[in-house]
């Protein structure tokens, strides 16, 4: 998609109530009063953040917040903004060279490396996520609702898997740490490699996974720190381009943040403060993203999840219903004893099917974004070492 093909529109974002990218256009034309349509960089750059507020403002009304479905929706608006900042960069490439545009894009280039140890601690945390999925899917065969009556032997199975998934996602909560003793990753060489062209993306490599001592509210941390706004000089000097490159720290940082409370991975602090100036047009709905999120996390009964996964929700509150159900049990079963066992298996059931495809695809969406941030620094860095002074 062209980075000036948008939907919808909102204000161009201001600083002291005046557009920053029409600054510059306004102390050039000031002595004769005369304003010539903003170039097409400008509407180009203008452009850019109103295509990031309209993708976040449909996450804040889409799809139902911290489902599966939603998870991809927003590392889909993440792929969109780092293409269309791909095109901003190369469509400028002889002002991003030099200073103090180069060092604020070789700053974000740090933070798209520390992000890709999210992404590896984030696809390890789906394969978590999977495990406890394959114990649903013995527990839900065990007690097939096909079934005309619940025998001692498959809810004797039955028992053995929810106990099997109590103890893996207890032990989740207590060790903090996700597959540590895997060591899998979406691959060491932060270049193009012949992996990423492997259909489907499916692939394994021997390189490095998170480490024990990882920590990923730690790793948040380090991607947001001395992140700031750009100053009056910076906007002037680089010709508006500081801009987008704030944007794209905000966004790389929101998305990781949002992936860390969502899926499980070790040590998942959630207290990241967010400095964005509301005038941006994204800060709003970013904001109250955050807001809402945060809010979620501290409801009573998702205080010690593994994550604000909804559907890491639905499956820890069935699983506790159905353990409650089995317990203390008697044969042959009293009829209302079985129709609840039935019903919270079906419950249970209907999470399962509604995992199964959607944790691949939201793998599938997590190693785009690898790739995506490791080609587009690759290039950009070579953009950098061979452009003229």
């Known amino acids: 998609m062209p980075a000036t093909d948008f939907q919808g529109s909102s204000s161009p974002f201001a600083s002291i109530g005046r557009s920053i990218l029409s600054l510059r256009r306004d102390q050039v034309h000031s002595m004769d009063g005369h304003h010539e349509p903003g170039s097409s960089q400008e509407q180009e750059l203008e452009g850019f953040q109103r295509h990031v507020a309209d993708l976040f403002q449909d996450l804040v009304g889409g799809e139902e917040l911290l489902s599966l479905r939603w998870v991809r929706k927003l590392l889909n608006a993440f792929l969109i903004c780092q293409e269309e900042f791909r095109v901003i960069f190369f469509n ?3 002002v991003v060279a030099r200073a103090p545009l ?12 520390k992000a890709l140890d999210v992404c590896n601690a984030i696809r390890d945390g789906i394969e978590q996520v999977r495990q406890w999925h394959k114990h649903l899917e013995i527990v839900t065969l065990a007690l097939d609702p096909g079934l005309k009556t619940i025998g001692e032997g498959q809810l004797r199975r039955a028992k053995k898997a929810l106990v099997d998934l109590a103890i893996g996602m207890l032990d989740e909560k207590d060790s903090g740490s996700v597959l540590a003793h895997r060591n899998r990753s979406f691959g060491r060489n932060h270049g193009p490699t012949k992996d990423h062209h492997r259909a489907g993306g499916h692939f394994r490599s021997l390189s490095w996974s998170v480490s024990r001592s990882w920590s990923a509210a ?19 000097q680089t010709n508006g381009l500081a801009v987008p490159v704030f944007t794209m720290n905000l966004v790389l940082l929101f998305v990781m943040w949002a992936l860390v409370a969502a899926i499980p991975c070790q040590d998942r602090g959630l207290q990241m403060h967010f400095s964005i100036p509301r005038n941006f047009p994204w800060a709003a709905p ?3 993203l955050h807001e809402r999120i945060l809010e979620e996390s501290k409801k009573r009964d998702r205080r010690n999840s593994n994550g604000l996964l909804k559907e890491i929700h639905q499956m820890e509150k069935y699983i506790r219903q159905l353990s409650e159900l089995t317990e203390t049990i008697q044969f042959p079963l009293a009829e209302d004893k079985e129709a609840d066992i039935r019903n919270a298996v079906q ?15 939201l793998e599938l969406e997590v190693r785009e974004m690898f790739h995506r941030i490791v080609r587009s620094r690759t290039e950009g860095l070579d953009c950098l070492s061979h452009h003229p002074e």
């Open 286 to 288: 970013i904001l109250s």
């Open 218 to 236: 730690r790793q948040l941390q380090a991607i947001g720190n001395n992140l700031s706004a750009p100053r009056g000089h910076e906007l002037m």
């Open 347 to 361: 419950e249970l059931s209907q999470v399962r099917e509604s995992m199964k495809e959607e944790l691949d695809l």
């Open 102 to 113: 180069d060092r604020l894009i070789a700053e974000f280039f740090e933070r798209s490396v």
């Open 92 to 94: 400028n490439r002889a």
